[in-house]
């Protein structure tokens, strides 16, 4: 005879992780020890953390920023598969989503340093070519065949919750939901065998509060808005989402995008992309590579208008090619 649901002990486990929190849900039997997955979930992140942030000086991905052109870099299997990634979802985006943006972030302040205007107008004319140009990834190798400052900041965390998710698979939990800061990934089912539900957060620069429910099994959503980090520049908010044709903060854009997709990682870059690109092209990027996507956008009457594609999102036909890198 299977366990009932009520058998089950929840467990809900954090810790910190890239200035915010990383956090994981299931249910175990009575004896199960939850210390070993915790450690191993904070470890987990803190290398996610180590090799990819732009926060820390000696992390993996500022000593490639400060790398010389043309030289060959080794660089940790981590570190490899998010720019392998990146750099994939950039060229399917059409630059959409590029991760030779460091530049322009730190620039108008949304990395360690507040905004500089100095470095804002070099960002601003500085020649750009997308990250998948100008860089070789060879396995676990990579050159700049030109001068770009990286950023994985529109990946890392999706990649985080991936690796979250896939230590708790080796700890042996298959029903789970994982996430960082509003990025999340659902594993299996709740106790009782119903999806596990997640909120899309409404843009609202005051408050917190949904906008919609969703329910998730076996996938990853993360959302993409102007509403939590942005600049003020005479009297107008810029969200902290960059335009790679330009080096600034875009100067429209929908006020938030959601993607579900089959991996964090995925979700989250494909969340920028199509915030850049807007719901009109965004959207069809959306059906080119099966994403469920929900569009939020502002109305002159201050109210927010939906638009959503996908079998989760609406009522029409999801599209048949596969989304990138399943």
């Not at 896939?166 to 119903?194: C, F, K, Q, S, W």
């Not at 408050?207 to 009297?235: C, F, K």
């Not at 109210?303 to 079998?311: A, D, E, I, K, T």
Request: charged share 20%; hydrophobic share 45%; proline share 6%.
């Amino acid at each position: 005879m299977s366990k009932m649901s009520t058998d089950l002990i929840r467990h809900a486990l954090n810790g910190p992780v890239m200035g915010t929190r990383w956090s994981a849900l299931f249910f175990a039997e009575p004896d199960f020890d939850p210390a070993p997955v915790r450690a191993a979930l904070q470890a987990a992140v803190e290398v996610v953390d180590a090799q990819m942030s732009t926060w820390k000086p000696g992390s993996d991905l500022m000593r490639l920023n400060a790398a010389p052109v043309g030289e060959w870099q080794d660089i940790p299997s981590d570190l490899a598969q998010v720019l392998d990634l990146g750099l994939a979802i950039g060229r399917a985006s059409g630059g959409a989503f590029d991760i030779g943006m460091g530049d322009a972030v730190r620039a108008w302040g949304f990395g360690p340093a507040t905004a500089d205007p100095q470095a804002i107008r070099t960002a601003m004319q500085a020649p750009r070519r997308p990250a998948h140009e100008v860089l070789d990834l060879d396995g676990n190798r990579l050159r700049k065949t030109a001068p770009i400052v990286l950023d994985l900041n529109g990946i890392a965390k999706g990649y985080g919750v991936d690796r979250l998710a896939e230590v708790l698979y080796d700890h042996g939990i298959r029903n789970a939901l994982a996430g960082i800061d509003g990025e999340m990934r659902a594993m299996g089912l709740r106790p009782g065998g119903t999806p596990w539900t997640i909120a899309v957060e409404a843009p609202d620069r005051d408050r917190r509060a949904p906008h919609s429910i969703l329910t998730l099994q076996n996938a990853a959503v993360a959302t993409s808005g102007d509403y939590r980090h942005w600049v003020t520049v005479e009297g107008r908010n810029l969200s902290h989402t960059m335009d790679p044709r330009r080096g600034t903060p875009l100067l429209a854009s929908p006020a938030s995008v959601s993607v579900i997709a089959p991996t964090c990682a995925m979700a989250d870059a494909w969340a920028t992309a199509l915030m850049v690109r807007g719901a009109d092209a965004g959207a069809d990027l959306a059906r080119t590579f099966s994403l469920g996507a929900l569009f939020l956008m502002r109305d002159d009457a201050g109210g927010v208008q939906s638009l959503g594609f996908g079998c989760l999102f609406s009522d029409e036909a999801a599209a048949t090619a596969p989304a990138l890198g399943d």
